[in-house]
């Protein structure tokens, strides 16, 4: 198990430190210097020359890599092009907002699809089975901005049952949840659809398994076998799933919250993109990138810990 | 020719299967119908898509705008006609050159030296490993956004996922009797890898990239959306989404009506693919949606 742990752990901090590079060699590759670029037509000498010292872009380039490496690593990700902020503190600022939406949607996803998984497997071979794989993979499959501007539509603006912009009052919980409803729902449906079929599938799997059959054979009801034995065992997979199911949410997340005018990580990050403010956008991009490799990494981990076959991968 | 007479009766069973498949031939049929527009969008297209009337704007749906018209009185119904080429002109080219590359990265991974793999496959982990959307918003922050930023951005995505799936298959294909008896008998790496290897990789490969065609069209719409994908005036779903969505309470049709092409053209790729997934290869492993 140690050997996995740092096998894994490194193999992270690899990755991390990769994509860091490559984001910082992107930067050299743009026609035109930075400076210019991110400060637009307007730029007077004068404004360039002064972010230009400050993101340190005067300096021999081996000084520029190290200090970016030597800032990033003490949680300094440069400062905001435009209001000169920190750019961690104005991600920290918003991230809760989109790590709460991540939340709400994956609990939405879990407890609809895993129940939808069941009721196909209680009912499986019947119309209503089919009818639910037709449902889960429409689910899986329609953009989650399309959901989010219909149901902003047909909730916020032709009923009015739900806000349509925001986040909610600060300090106001019913106002907060109310906000977060629409945009849960909206990144949550692919998973609904998707997490619906995966249970299945493993249930399907362990229906045969020998325990299962011995609980038939003492008569037990299908539901009460289907909840209490197969359960058990096809949840594992899924939950080893909704790690990498996070990537996801966070992506969907971005064009939801525009949608939504929804205060977060994905519209600090679209605003940021459209004014080419190169210090805000990396620094979130790799903030969010070292966030999802901790998750995973973690997910790994803990896999590993419960079934011992994925370690004895990497002892070979 | 005997490539010809493999290929032949599999296709044979694949279109009898999509017969017998109700959900498969409703995406079959969808996707010719977006297929269909995209070909003939100037013929289709009963307007000009781009051009301006401002004294019809918001016009609403009737015989002579169909689907109304938008905030700068253009035909609504037109515009979604020619996004039908911006978007299947996207997902084809992207997802085509992405599963090339990808093809021949991972037969490079698979039937090359070892250390060659080792990076290779480290590559592929650092790509994966970040979130899509993310990576996609840093490359259009340096090189601006457009058309060939998207494409770009799309293939870089997709290559890890194809080199992959190749690559596993290209290991365990090498250790298949058949290729054991060639290599006995002295053929050349390359007699292995373009008689044997290749034919066999290509079917799974061609299968994960139609159901991968979807995704590439939701991703162009939503950056599009964003304002940071397809420029306008050059039609797009997701920027025609865009423009409904600023007039959501004036023209709520607008919305309706631009989402409903990416709700169709989305089911039909996926019902098709999966359709053709049943038919061909049932054991291969839907990817997790990233």
């Known amino acids: 198990m140690l050997t996995y742990t740092i096998k894994r752990i490194g193999l992270a901090v690899l990755i991390l430190f990769l994509v860091m590079l490559a984001m910082y060699a992107m930067v050299f590759v743009v026609p035109g210097d930075p400076a210019a670029v991110a400060l637009g037509p307007r730029a007077t000498p004068a404004l360039k020359a002064e972010l230009i010292t400050r993101m340190g872009l005067d300096q021999p380039l081996y000084a520029q890599v190290w200090n970016f490496f030597r800032n990033a690593a003490t949680g300094d990700l440069g400062f905001d092009v435009w209001s000169k902020r920190p750019v961690l503190s104005m991600i920290l600022e918003v991230f809760p907002n989109t790590l709460i939406l991540g939340a709400v949607a994956l609990g939405v996803a879990l407890v609809l699809g895993v129940s939808l998984g069941c009721l196909s497997v209680i009912w499986r071979g019947s119309l209503i089975d089919r009818v639910l794989a037709i449902l889960s993979v429409s689910m899986i499959s329609v953009p989650s901005f399309v959901i989010a501007i219909y149901g902003l539509l047909i909730f916020s603006v032709w009923l009015g049952w739900l806000p349509a912009i925001g986040a909610g009052e600060k300090g106001d919980l019913g106002s907060q949840a109310r906000a977060v409803i629409l945009p849960a729902f909206a990144v949550g449906i692919s998973w609904v659809g998707y997490l619906a079929r995966l249970v299945r599938a493993s249930m399907l799997e362990v229906m045969g398994a020998n325990h299962i059959r011995t609980a038939r054979a003492f008569g037990l009801p299908e539901g009460r076998i289907v909840a209490r034995y197969a359960l058990r065992i096809a949840i594992i997979p899924t939950i080893a799933i909704l790690a990498v199911g996070f990537g996801s949410i966070l992506s969907s997340a971005v064009f939801v919250e525009t949608v939504f005018s929804r205060p977060g990580i994905g519209s600090l990050i679209t605003q940021a993109v459209a004014k080419r403010n190169y210090p805000l956008v990396m620094g979130t991009v790799l903030f969010m990138t070292a966030f999802y490799l901790v998750v995973v990494t973690a997910a790994d981990l803990l896999i590993a810990r419960l079934d011992p076959r994925v370690r004895d991968v990497y002892r070979s | ?290």
Request: positive net charge; glycine residues 10%.
């Open chain 2, 1 to 290: 020719m005997s490539t010809v007479a493999e290929i032949n009766p599999r296709r044979r069973t694949a279109l009898a299967a999509l017969r017998r498949d109700p959900m498969g031939l409703l995406g079959a049929i969808l996707v010719a119908g977006f297929v269909t527009m995209a070909i003939f969008a100037p013929l289709l297209a009963p307007y000009d898509p781009i051009k301006i009337d401002v004294a019809h704007k918001f016009a609403p749906a009737d015989f002579a705008h169909w689907a109304g018209t938008d905030q700068l009185g253009r035909d609504i119904l037109s515009r979604i006609i020619w996004g039908a080429r911006t978007a299947l002109g996207i997902a084809l080219t992207a997802t085509g050159l992405a599963g090339v590359i990808g093809l021949l990265l991972g037969l490079v991974a698979g039937y090359g030296p070892r250390w060659l793999d080792g990076i290779l496959v480290l590559l592929f982990d650092s790509v994966s490993s970040l979130p899509m959307v993310m990576f996609a918003l840093a490359v259009i922050t340096v090189l601006g956004p457009g058309t060939s930023t998207l494409l770009l951005v799309i293939i870089i995505i997709s290559i890890p996922g194809y080199a992959r799936l190749i690559r596993a298959q290209t290991l365990t294909l090498q250790q298949a009797d058949f290729i054991q008896a060639e290599r006995t008998i002295g053929a050349s790496p390359a007699r292995i890898i373009l008689r044997h290897l290749l034919p066999n990789v290509v079917g799974p490969l061609v299968i994960v990239l139609s159901m991968d065609v979807p995704v590439v069209i939701m991703l162009e719409a939503g950056l599009s959306y964003l304002n940071l994908g397809v420029r306008p005036p050059t039609p797009s779903w997701g920027n025609i989404l865009y423009d409904g969505y600023t007039s959501l309470r004036q023209a709520p049709g607008m919305v309706i009506a631009a989402g409903l092409p990416l709700v169709l053209a989305t089911l039909g790729f996926t019902f098709l693919g999966e359709g053709l997934r049943d038919a061909l290869d049932p054991k291969l492993q839907l990817r997790v949606p990233k």
